[in-house]
């Protein structure tokens, strides 16, 4: 999808900045309105419409203009549904599938703060994972393990770690690691009460617990495991650099995380701190795939194809 970014910044600062936008090749249309801006009051508006191929020289230029001439300036970018226009419809056909780091790190922010929603999702994976751990028919287990993969959002404060580091955001890091403790912690609180309701409804036990397919596959994953996991790890973050994040459940679905971490609360309760380590263990391998893909493919993307800092 191609982009509308929209700009408001002061007279000279979009005076210096136009003929830059002009230049570009990948802008399809500009226009300008004049003293409009009522907060910061006086400045301009420009709204650009723009390739996904384009964005990133956009909002290079946007940052060089605000760098010859400080003031007070803002930028918003939006998802076009659609643009014709016949002189770049060659183009537009062609064009390729990018997030800018600004939207990547607004997405990420927003799917990882710590807020009730998020912590309830967090919990709630916990439980359903937990619970499905217990279950006697596969398909059931399948089916707990796939829906707490994807109502979890677990995969997004994990990868705000390697795009701040990267980046040298370093708030974005921090926040990336204070959201993945306080997510996971409220879900293997999930999949410790999930275990206690069930004990307490005769569904479960500690031998049942230890017995369990599912945490025998966690402890002692087949080399199949494995791999699914890691190419799990490198699609979750091409998905984020893709903008194409209505998918990232698949890449949870193809990873340990949710389960290894339920497995964490559910042991703990169950009172098997050898197998509660075991899932830590898993888990910690989980988090380190993100981690190290977050590395590799933020850091081909910034060499290769942004080349700038976020706008910050």
């Known amino acids: 999808m191609q982009r509308t970014i929209e700009i408001t910044a002061p007279p000279e600062t979009m005076d210096s900045l136009l003929p830059d936008l002009l230049r570009e090749e990948h802008v399809v249309s500009i226009s300008r309105q004049r003293g409009t801006s009522v907060q910061p009051p006086g400045c301009d508006v420009v709204v650009v ?23 007070p300036f803002s930028v918003a970018t939006a998802e076009l549904a659609s643009l014709s226009d016949p002189k770049h419809q060659h183009a537009i056909d062609r064009d390729v599938d990018e997030a800018l ?26 439980a359903i994972a937990a619970a499905g ?32 580091l990267v980046l040298r955001r370093w708030e974005v890091a921090k926040l990336g690691v204070v959201s993945t403790l306080a997510g996971y ?28 397919p599912a945490a025998e596959q966690l402890s002692h994953p087949p080399a199949t495991d494995l791999v699914v996991s890691t190419c799990g790890a490198f699609a979750g973050l091409v998905i984020q650099v893709a903008y ?26 169950a009172g098997l701190p050898a197998l509660a380590l075991q899932g830590l263990e898993r888990f910690g391998f989980e988090a380190g795939l993100i981690g190290l893909a977050g590395l590799i493919v933020i850091w081909i993307k910034q060499r290769f194809t942004h080349r700038r800092a976020p706008l910050h």
């Open 49 to 71: 419409h723009a390739l996904n191929r384009g964005t990133d020289a956009v909002m290079r230029a946007v940052a060089q203009a605000a760098a010859r001439h400080p003031g």
């Open 133 to 164: 751990l217990f279950a006697h028919d596969p398909a059931e287990r399948a089916i707990a393990t796939v829906a707490a993969a994807i109502l979890a959002p677990g995969f997004e404060p994990l990868a705000k770690v390697p795009l701040g």
């Open 244 to 269: 194409r994040r209505s998918v990232i459940a698949g890449a949870l679905v193809a990873m340990r995380l949710i389960d290894a971490a339920a497995v964490v609360g559910a042991a703990l309760a």
């Open 101 to 126: 780091w600004e939207e990547m790190e607004a997405g990420l922010r927003h799917q990882g703060r710590i807020t009730p929603n998020f912590l309830a999702l967090m919990a709630l994976g916990g």
């Open 185 to 212: 912690a409220a879900l293997i609180a999930g999949g410790a009460a999930a275990f206690l309701l069930l004990r307490a409804l005769g569904a479960a036990d500690a031998a049942a617990l230890a017995a369990s």
